[in-house]
């Protein structure tokens, strides 16, 4: 399973690197129109924050620190740069995982006091489809705008 995971987390975090690069307009990722109301660079840094913070930080033990608000309201970070912390992310997610064994995901996992409890492997995968989810937002904001 965690072998798994990684690959698949690789796998969506590259795709959203090909995304960014695709498109025509690198200034087309801060865009917000009509009913979208988030933009693709503001998606790019949330999935960056959710799983360096969920995975890195929750798992790794990282010195993480989450800036949610930051991540819907800073603008005009560069594809490049995005590419970066991608790629940093990338590695914290394949770091945290390699270190966890195959009874760690049977742990529970609580994201906060008030909800029920899950395996770390269930949040695992819910992380894996949030991500999924805000790469397709990602591909449409692209195919819609640039």
């Known amino acids: 399973?965690?072998?798994?995971?990684?690959?698949?987390?690789?796998?969506?975090?590259?795709?959203?690197?090909i995304e960014l690069t695709s498109y025509k307009n690198?200034?087309?990722?801060?865009?917000?129109?009509?009913?979208?109301?988030?933009?693709?660079?503001?998606?790019?840094?949330?999935?960056?924050?959710?799983?360096?913070?969920?995975?890195?930080?929750?798992?790794?033990?990282?010195?993480?620190?989450r800036q949610r608000d930051l991540e819907f309201f800073q603008k005009n970070v560069s594809v490049a740069k995005l590419i970066k912390m991608l790629e940093a992310t990338k590695v914290e997610i394949e770091n945290t995982l390699l270190k966890l064994k195959p009874s760690d995901l049977q742990k529970v996992y609580r994201r906060n006091p008030f909800e029920d409890y899950m395996t770390t492997e269930y949040f695992l995968l819910h992380?894996?489809?949030?991500?999924?989810?805000?790469?397709?937002?990602?591909?449409?904001?692209?195919r819609l705008l640039d």
């Open 1 to 17: 399973m965690l072998q798994s995971l990684i690959k698949l987390f690789n796998r969506d975090i590259n795709a959203i690197k």
């Open 26 to 65: 690198e200034s087309v990722i801060w865009v917000v129109d009509k009913d979208i109301s988030n933009c693709a660079g503001n998606l790019t840094l949330h999935l960056i924050g959710n799983l360096n913070h969920f995975i890195g930080a929750t798992l790794g033990n990282t010195d993480y620190v």
């Open 127 to 142: 992380l894996k489809s949030h991500l999924a989810y805000h790469l397709g937002q990602i591909n449409y904001h692209r």
